[in-house]
């Protein structure tokens, strides 16, 4: 079939059209949209407006219209919120680890406020206060009924000014004059030696420097001569994706993708790449994950898996593979929103919950296994997304007994360790001190008459099956058995604290050293007996096993 000139004219007639209404539906849609948004406003405006004129009681406008705004991105993510402008202080700590006040972490036990934990080098420490001091008093104010954000606020405050602290301690009441400074929180609270050839670095955050802080223990542990490292970012809730990128690029050669980010506009689909030559492209390496690793800490655990640069030990990642990014409002406040997810290496996505699409309660859906799609690294071995970062090798979460659950929970051994860092000045180092036999006998005698009631798994099981029985009328036929089976296995507290007398004896040592070394102390005195750490050397010290989990 031939084209005359005039088939070929309307052709083209067709095509303007075609591509005039499709530019016309497109502007049609947008303005439905930007239509829909005003009209919603003017509604919710009106709204307000009518409910501080007629509602029966006075309204606070600030507070209402601050829940309707937390419902409205609660629908959307845990991870998109609204940062008003008396939390920016807030806010910029979280992100960049910097702040002025005494540098001390505060919280509520035993219905008190308290210090929990002062921190090694700044004015709290230094000035002589101590885990477990009751907070009674800052500068003027009576601070013994008010919350634990409230006295933080109160702690904060301008670089070089003065601050007057008044806590309890035993039944002593101190007053500690303290100069407030610029708090600058390291991201790596701990690194050093496990043994002679492998060091260990804790990367505790991502906040503004973790890329530097990293770097800095690696030259270090380096010049001691190390020669096998073990990364933990354990309990690592993320935080900025430079420090990230740059903390991949310290083990892997400069110009090679570390994360890749895809949104739904334009500027934000982006490719980072390493930009630095590395420190130490050839160290064998284990990174340390758990159910708490999120974040920028899956991309470092994520890009280093999907490169073989290191072995993963643990448990399998949170599971968060969306960016957030914060954009400047009206009366300087700002949202923090999810604008992209992004993905590693292999080009999987980790996320694990699908926002999206919700259940009748308004919870997101996990991705299911039979959704999971196959990737692969760089030596082809198989690794899937939707669902975190899965370790190389696995180690069990530890189960603690009841009775130690209920210990500590119950703030007894925190309760026990104030006493004792009162009546003993100083104890051996974080790897040589232990709880002597002596020790956990005054533990347990000071336990006398002290309510620590608990249910065991035994027990509560029971319990259930009791419950079913009566449910479905079997109770009356086996009432007897059951009544039998409750007294076998009725738990003693006396018996217990003796069958798990070590487990008990572990969480007062971690207690006990805090009290005198610190958050660094705690992490130095955990190499001994973490398994995650023994199997990180079982892994190191053999390196056909290294070279064999690293194929596919």
Known sequence: MSYTPTMKKGTAVLIVLTLCAGLLLAFTVKNDKLFAIAKNLDIFASLVRELDSYYVD????????????NAMLEELDPYTEFIPEEDQDDFRMMTTGEYAGVGALIGNRTGTNMVLMPYKGFPAQVGGLR???????????????????????????PANTKVLVVVKRGLDTLSVDLTRKKIVISNVPYYGLINAETGYIKLSDFTTNAATDVRNALVDLKAQGVTKLVLDVRDNPGGILKEAIEIVNLFIPKGKEVVRTI????????????????????????????????SAAEIVAGALQDYDRAILIGRKTFGKGLVQSTIPLSYNSQVKLTTAKYYIPSGRCIQAIDYSHKDEDGNGFYVPDSLRNEFKTKNGRIVLDGGGIEPDEEVESPIYAPITYSLVTRSLVFEYVNKFALENKEISGPREFEVSDEIYLDFVAWLEGKEYDYTTRVEKTIEDLVTFA???????????????????????????LITFKEEIKEALKEEIISRYFYQEGVLEASLKKDEEIR??????DNPVQYAMLLKP
């Open 263 to 294: 949104g739904k506009l334009q500027s934000v689909n982006t490719v980072y790449k390493t930009e630095k030559s590395p420190v130490d492209k050839d160290i064998p390496l284990v990174v340390l994950i758990n159910e708490r690793s999120a």
């Open 58 to 69: 006075e309204i606070d406008p600030d507070e209402l219209v601050a829940v309707g705004i």
């Open 131 to 157: 885990i477990g001091d009751e907070i009674l008093q800052v500068d003027s104010i009576n601070v013994t009924d008010k919350g634990t954000p409230e006295i933080s606020k109160l702690l904060k405050g």
């Open 535 to 540: 199997e990180s050397l079982a892994v190191l």
């Open 470 to 496: 009566e449910k479905e009328k079997y109770y009356e036929d086996i009432r007897e058995d059951l009544e039998n089976l409750k007294k076998s296995v009725s738990h003693s507290k006396e018996q217990d």
